[in-house]
Nanobody, 123 residues
């Protein structure tokens, strides 16, 4: 089970930190990904992190602005989003895959999904 939180309304240039809280079961062995979907658009990969936090990936559109991290003691993955732009507005989802290899930001790779949290970037 995955539960996202931290979304909201922010002005362009602002910051938000999203959290993805997971049930304990096999979290330590799971890759976690963040995805987003804007109205009328396909779901796209944003970032992912491998099971121990040693490897991360980012979409080109968010590199240098977003940072993914995880705290396995808290069963939580974070997405720090800085310098937000209107085009970042979307519903953000976290997803999990039980896998100890590297991560991919491809939706089809993930089996478990949260319900999403809305991010709105507007002045």
């Amino acid at each position: 089970q995955l539960v996202e939180s931290g979304g909201g309304l922010v002005q362009p240039g602002g910051s938000l930190r999203l959290s993805c809280a997971a049930s304990r079961n096999r979290f330590d062995y799971s890759v976690i990904g963040w995805f987003r979907q804007a109205p009328g658009k396909e779901r796209e990969g944003v970032s992912c992190i491998n099971y121990n936090g040693g490897s991360t990936k980012y979409a080109d559109s968010v590199k240098g602005r977003f940072t993914i991290s995880r705290d396995n003691a808290k069963n939580t993955v974070y997405l720090q989003m800085n310098s937000l732009k209107p085009e970042d507005a979307a519903i953000y989802y976290c997803a999990a895959r039980v896998y100890t290899g590297g991560c991919l930001i491809t939706p089809d790779e993930y089996r478990y999904w949260g319900q999403g949290t809305q991010v709105t970037v507007s002045s």
